[in-house]
C-alpha cells in the first residue's frame, strides 16, 4: 500500500452504497488478495471470501442484522476463524489489512460484528464445524451521500471522534501519558493506530512505550458485554486491528520491528497483557 496514513484517514465506516458494479479488474485484483493466505502474528491463519448478497436469501439476512442498516450492498467480505488462543486478535489483524487495501482502491466497508456462524452466510461459505464467522464487512463504490440512516448511526457511536492521547499512550507506567513530541519517529504509528475502528468505537487499546528498549506494549482495557454468546470476542478483534495500523506504518518507514511476549512488561490489574512490538537493533 501506498501512504498507508493517508488510507487510514480515508477509511471509513460506509453503510450506504452506490448501485454501480465495482470495476472488474478492481474486483479481480482484490480477490486475489483475499484468496491468498494470511497469518497473523500469533501463528493463527484465518480465511477470507468474498459473496454476493444473492447467495444469502433475504429472510436470512434480514435476520442478520444487516437490513435496514446496510444500505444497497451486493458483496460482502467474510472472515472465518478456527477457535484458537489469540485467534480473534489474528483475525482483526489480517483483515484491516484487506480494509484497508479496499479503501486503497477507492471500496466503502464497514466492520459488522453479529452471529454469522449459523444460516446463509456459514453456507455461502462452507463453514466448518470448528470455525466461526467474527464479522462481515458490505464491500461496494460508497454513495454519494450517507443516508439518514447512516448520519444517525455515527452519530450515536461517536464515530468521528477518538480518545485523546493522553488516555490511550503512557510513557514508562500508566500514570504517565505519553506526549506525542516524545513519541519521536513512532508518532505516526501511533496516530495511526488511534485512528483504528473499533466495536462502539470503544477504543480499548493501551500502549506503554518503553523507550529504553524501544518497546511498545499493547493492553486490552476491557468493556462488559463485547464477548459474543461465548465465541468471538469483538474487542480482542480490535486489538488485531490496532496492532496492523501500527505495523503497516513503520514498515512504511522503514523500520525493522517484531511481536512477542514480553514476561518483563508491567502488570496493571485493570488491564489485559496481550503482546508487545520492539524495534530490531
Not at 126 to 134: F, T
Not at 140 to 158: D, H, I, K, N
Not at 178 to 202: C, D, F, H, T, V
Request: aromatic share 12%; net charge neutral; hydrophobic share 35%.
Amino acid at each position: 500500500m501506498d501512504n498507508i496514513s493517508e488510507i487510514v484517514k480515508k477509511r471509513y465506516s460506509c453503510r450506504s452504497y452506490s448501485d454501480g458494479p465495482v470495476e472488474e479488474k478492481i474486483l479481480h485484483d482484490f480477490s486475489m488478495l483475499i484468496d491468498a493466505p494470511h497469518t497473523g502474528p500469533f501463528g493463527n491463519q484465518p480465511r477470507f471470501r468474498l459473496i454476493s448478497i444473492d447467495s444469502v436469501e433475504q429472510r436470512e439476512w434480514r435476520k442478520l442484522g444487516t437490513y435496514g442498516v446496510i444500505k444497497n450492498a451486493r458483496m460482502f467480505l467474510v472472515g472465518i476463524i478456527r477457535k484458537a488462543p489469540l485467534a480473534e486478535s489474528d483475525y482483526g489483524y489480517c483483515k484491516e489489512g484487506l480494509i484497508l487495501k479496499a479503501t486503497e482502491l477507492g471500496l466503502g466497508t464497514c466492520w459488522m460484528g453479529g452471529t454469522f456462524s449459523a444460516g446463509g452466510f456459514a453456507r455461502a461459505v462452507g463453514l466448518g464445524s470448528d470455525e466461526v464467522i467474527p464479522t462481515v464487512s458490505p464491500l461496494g463504490y460508497p454513495a454519494g451521500q450517507r443516508s439518514l440512516t447512516e448520519r444517525v448511526m455515527r452519530r450515536f457511536a461517536g464515530s468521528d471522534h477518538r480518545k485523546p492521547w493522553s488516555e490511550i499512550f503512557f510513557a514508562g507506567n500508566f500514570s504517565t501519558p505519553l506526549q506525542e513530541q516524545q513519541a519521536g519517529e513512532y508518532a505516526q504509528a501511533l496516530g495511526n493506530l488511534r485512528l483504528a475502528p473499533s466495536a462502539s468505537n470503544k477504543q480499548p487499546w493501551r500502549i506503554l512505550y518503553e523507550s529504553g528498549r524501544k518497546m511498545f506494549h499493547f493492553y486490552l482495557d476491557r468493556a462488559f458485554g463485547y464477548k459474543m454468546f461465548g465465541q468471538v470476542s469483538l474487542q480482542d478483534i480490535d486489538m488485531g486491528i490496532a496492532m496492523s495500523h501500527f505495523e503497516l506504518t513503520v514498515i512504511e518507514q522503514g523500520i525493522s520491528g517484531l511481536w512477542q511476549r514480553d514476561e518483563a512488561a508491567a502488570r496493571e490489574s485493570s488491564l489485559d497483557y496481550l503482546v508487545s512490538w520492539r524495534e530490531k537493533i
